[in-house]
């Protein structure tokens, strides 16, 4: 059971900080809102 909360908790990690997304202009997620934050 470990192993499949291991594998959860690093496709999160992927999906949040590593995806990058065209419509995000190349940023992951996580960039984007701290950029978003930044700006404002």
Known sequence: MEH???ESDNYI???NHKRIK????GM??????T???MAA
């Open 4 to 6: 499949y909360k291991m």
């Open 13 to 15: 990690d992927f999906y």
């Open 22 to 25: 065209a419509k995000l202009k």
């Open 28 to 33: 992951s997620p996580v960039q984007c809102w």
């Open 35 to 37: 950029h978003i934050q």
